[in-house]
T-cell receptor, first 115, second 116 residues
Framework: ETGVTQSPTHLIKTRGQQVTLRCSSQ?????VSWYQQALGQGPQFIFQYYREEENGRGNFPPRFSGLQFPNYSSELNVNALELDDSALYLC??????????????FGEGSRLTVL | AQKVTQAQTEISVVEKEDVTLDCVYE???????LFWYKQPPSGELVFLIR??????QNEISGRYSWNFQKSTSSFNFTITASQVVDSAVYFC?????????????FGEGTQLTVNP
């Protein structure tokens, strides 16, 4: 068990709706990353937050947005849902220091189905 | 751009067989880290190993071993005497530094099935 918890575990939405996914980081971790994993594929980097600021972003449109809170928990928001947004969304936390090796601790994910 | 290729989509073996999962990567960075993760049906990615690009020593951990060859940009993973519990999807990943933390680029994964 990594200590990273995500909610909800499963949810179903319809096209055009909005969704918020939540992540509670492992204690002491100050960096959170979100990944999208479509069925049968490897996880794809969405973005990363460090000290409440977005620190890097993958090839995802602006309708994917996020927040990191002072307690280092995080949210992923997706607006105007599309069918292709159906995927497992993984949150990963890590502790950033200079030379951080990127050891990420992943949660079990939120499985989103868009109908 | 970072790229990780896992050419084997699916592998099926019989229990107690040895199995090697291949991973080839591309990067322009001189310093990087390579990882292997295991993903059981529950979905959580389980960390297996991290390897620094400057350390080409092979590593063994119980039934698991890793062969890192910088000259061929490969980081292969071998399971010796496989067990049914080893059945999962295995991902190889490559990191790069974002300044506030690391980003992982994953391969497409290899589905390993170990049959009794």
């Amino acid at each position: 068990e990594t200590g990273v918890t995500q909610s909800p575990t499963h949810l179903i939405k319809t096209r055009g709706q909005q969704v918020t996914l939540r992540c509670s980081s492992q204690s002491g971790h100050n960096t959170v990353s979100w990944y999208q994993q479509a069925l049968g594929q490897g996880p794809q980097f969405i973005f990363q937050y460090y000290r409440e600021e977005e620190n890097g972003r993958g090839n995802f449109p602006p309708r994917f947005s996020g927040l990191q809170f002072p307690n280092y928990s995080s949210e992923l928001n997706v607006n105007a849902l599309e069918l292709d947004d159906s995927a497992l969304y993984l949150c990963a936390s890590s502790h950033m220091t200079f030379g951080n090796t990127g050891e990420l601790f992943f949660g079990e994910g939120s499985r989103l189905t868009v109908l | 751009a970072q790229k990780v290729t896992q050419a084997q989509t699916e592998i099926s073996v019989v229990e107690k067989e040895d199995v090697t999962l291949d991973c080839v990567y591309e990067t322009r960075d001189t310093t990087y880290y390579l990882f292997w993760y295991k993903q059981p049906p529950s979905g959580e990615l389980v960390f297996l190993i991290r390897r620094n690009s400057f350390d080409e020593q092979n590593e063994i951990s119980g039934r698991y071993s890793w062969n890192f060859q910088k000259s061929t940009s490969s980081f292969n993973f071998t399971i010796t005497a496989s067990q049914v519990v080893d059945s999962a999807v295995y991902f190889c990943a490559l990191s790069d530094w974002l300044g506030g933390g690391s980003r992982l680029t994953f391969g497409e994964g290899t589905q390993l099935t170990v049959n009794p």
